[in-house]
């Protein structure tokens, strides 16, 4: 089975600092990974995905995340947080064959100072 | 832009009580889910729904659960008897495909507390 483990339930930045949020996964098979951003009162927005091509995947809103096997991490960041970023982030995992189950971590929420 | 519409978005019932939580996919999508997030816990996988017949659940869907595309347009989640720890935000996704792109558009969910 796979599992995902985000550090950090919350994290909070200032506007225009690096935004970091951390995903380690683990899978006894090649993983598909994922982050998904959800603001107030919304359902869950994809915001990138890695699916066994290019390790540096680029989402929207200016987010990056780089898939490291050898450290099983998927980590979130984005250069420049802005106050519109505040929200709960998500990192989730499925497996070639799994159909859409996904399996989520607990999620950040990110704050963003003025 | 084309959206997962959810209702209730939030219902109180008392234990033991039916309840019925309706969605409505994004139109040309075929794959249909239900995700759950209890308070302070992961979201977690319930079902997935293609072809009016259930292609994945989870354990933690039992019989107590059930899903159905009574027509054309909506997809239910019927939970038979409800019980305390059945309280959760409940989020309907869909897919056009069920490959692994992790593409599912999700709604804004449906709070349950069961009383």
């Known amino acids: 089975a796979q599992s995902v483990t985000q550090l950090g339930s919350h994290v909070s930045v200032s506007e225009g600092a690096l935004v970091l949020l951390r995903c380690n996964y683990s899978s006894s098979v090649p993983p598909y990974l994922f982050w998904y951003v959800q603001y107030p009162n919304q359902g869950l927005q994809l915001l990138l995905k890695y699916t066994s091509a290019a390790t540096l995947v680029k989402g929207i809103n200016g987010f990056e995340a780089e898939f490291k096997k050898s450290e099983t991490s998927f980590h979130l960041t984005k250069p420049s947080a802005h106050l519109s970023n505040a929200a709960e982030y998500f990192c989730?995992?499925?497996?070639?064959?799994?159909?859409?189950?996904?399996?989520f971590g607990g999620g950040t929420r990110l704050m963003v100072k003025p | 832009e084309p959206e997962v519409t959810q209702t209730p978005s939030h219902q109180v019932t008392q234990m033991g009580q039916e309840v019925i939580l309706r969605c409505v996919p994004i139109?040309?999508?075929?794959?249909f889910y239900w995700y759950r997030q209890i308070l302070g816990q992961k979201v977690e996988f319930l079902v997935s729904f293609y072809n009016n017949e259930i292609s994945e659940k989870s354990e933690i869907f039992d019989d107590q659960f059930s899903v159905e595309r009574p027509d054309g347009s909506n997809f239910t989640l019927k939970i038979r008897s409800t019980k305390l720890e059945d309280s959760a935000m409940y989020f309907c996704a869909s897919s056009i495909k069920a490959s692994n792109t992790g593409e599912l558009f999700f709604g804004e969910g449906s709070r349950l507390t069961v009383l």
């Open positions: 989730a995992v499925t497996i070639e064959n799994a159909g859409n189950m996904l399996t």
């Open positions: 139109s040309n999508h075929l794959y």
